[in-house]
T-cell receptor, first 116, second 112 residues
Framework: GAGVSQSPSNKVTEKGKDVELRCDPI?????LYWYRQSLGQGLEFLIY????????KSGLPSDRFSAERTGGSVSTLTIQRTQQEDSAVYLC??????????????FGPGTRLTVL | GQNIDQPTEMTATEGAIVQINCTYQ??????LFWYQQHAGEAPTFLSY????GLEEKGRFSSFLSRSKGYSYLLLKELQMKDSASYLC?????????????FGQGTTLQVKP
């Protein structure tokens, strides 16, 4: 398909386990963003990639969270030693290039993470 | 600090007009976006404003006043399918990352 895809769509895990969430951006989009949407909350920025580098990691809530992007395409968000407060929908978005006028971000359907 | 405020919930009648307001205080400003999000789905782009004034796109219009830190989304001829959450987001200028700062969203319920 032509849109942003994410997998898995749902993930249930036990507290303390590690999880990996995957994002496939739109082909050719150089900018990639991860956001988190907790119940009743707005989307919260986590990390921004331009190509394979992450110049802005300011939104990662703790050192249990990390992300990488390879080949300027697929990105993986890893949460180590998951906690119940990590339960949320994790959304990925891509954009042709950051900062340019009107370049909206295209969002994927998200991964709903539930930590028991 | 960063703060974006919008009403939590609104209700309107099919065929009517509804205005969803958004006020913002951010350390930098590089445009304001409105997204629509149906329950369990991805946010989809509705509109973008970077200059003051009104942008019209079909049944939807968006207005921006940078001096007042204020925007609104206007939905005309409401349809049942317009029941969704509407997200106001400011594109942060700092660091030139293009990241979006979101409000908590306004859940709109359209009634027959």
């Amino acid at each position: 398909g032509a849109g942003v895809s994410q997998s898995p769509s749902n993930k249930v895990t036990e507290k303390g386990k590690d999880v990996e969430l995957r994002c496939d951006p739109i082909s050719g989009h150089t900018a990639l963003y991860w956001y988190r949407q907790s119940l009743g909350q707005g989307l919260e920025f986590l990390i921004y990639f331009q190509g394979n580098s992450a110049p802005d990691k300011s939104g990662l809530p703790s050192d249990r969270f990390s992300a990488e992007r390879t080949g300027g395409s697929v990105s993986t968000l890893t949460i180590q030693r998951t906690q119940q407060e990590d339960s949320a929908v994790y959304l990925c978005a891509s954009s042709p290039q950051q900062g340019s006028r009107g370049n909206e971000q295209f969002f994927g359907p998200g991964t709903r993470l539930t930590v028991l | 600090g960063q703060n974006i405020d919008q009403p939590t919930e609104m209700t309107a009648t099919e065929g009517a007009i509804v205005q969803i307001n958004c006020t913002y205080q951010t350390s930098g400003f590089n445009g304001l976006f409105w997204y629509q999000q149906h329950a369990g789905e991805a946010p989809t782009f509705l509109s973008y404003n970077v200059l003051d004034g009104l942008e019209e796109k079909g049944r939807f219009s968006s207005f921006l006043s940078r001096s007042k830190g204020y925007s609104y989304l206007l939905l005309k001829e409401l349809q049942m399918k317009d029941s969704a959450s509407y997200l106001c987001a400011v594109r942060d200028r700092s660091g030139n990352t293009g990241k979006l700062i979101f409000g908590q969203g306004t859940t709109l319920q359209v009634k027959p």
